[in-house]
């Protein structure tokens, strides 16, 4: 979504060139099979963890952070592998998405047109729908499980489940 606004307001003439069917369904192919690694490498950490505990997860779905908590085997392995992965796929995309946002802005308002206020309109609600998407992400994966509160987290997993997603319908 962020390079197609890319791309439509700074680079208007070629936007038939570069956002092509062929590179639309590239670019969604490739999203999809890197979601699938990425859930594929943890499902198989977590076959390889011993549960002794309740199997009931305190959560909307079966997430890897609430699943770990279940596990009575030694799962630091797990989570140096879980905050790495946060920490490059997750502050990666929001640095891209924020550093693209701001050339586009910087465009904006270097135009001689009218089009700023309604470019803003546009684009702010979607950065803070990113913002809120990663920062409740952020919250329920990097913090520590000792100290995680199940309320707190079935909250803010609601956050990145289902009040983002709906809020990018409105949007």
Do not use: E
Not at 8 to 26: D, G, K, R, T
């Amino acid at each position: 979504m962020t390079w197609d606004h890319y791309v439509a307001i700074c680079q208007q003439l070629q936007y038939p060139i570069s956002m092509n069917p062929q590179f639309c369904v590239h670019m969604a192919l490739a999203f999809l099979i890197s979601g699938l690694v990425y859930a594929g490498v943890h499902t198989g950490n977590a076959f390889q963890l011993s549960f002794c505990q309740s199997n009931v997860v305190h959560q909307f779905f079966c997430d890897v952070p609430s699943l770990l908590s279940l596990s009575c085997s030694d799962t630091t392995s797990n989570m140096v592998f879980l905050f790495v992965s946060i920490v490059i796929i997750g502050h990666s995309s929001f640095g891209i998405t924020v550093m693209t946002y701001i050339h586009i802005f910087s465009t904006v308002l270097k135009s001689p047109t009218r089009i700023p206020g309604k470019v803003f309109s546009t684009y702010i609600p979607h950065i803070l729908m990113v913002s809120i998407f990663l920062s409740s992400i952020t919250g329920v994966y990097l913090r520590p499980s000792a100290t995680s509160d199940t309320l707190q987290d079935m909250l803010l997993s609601s956050f990145y489940t289902m009040i983002s997603p709906f809020m990018n319908l409105l949007i």
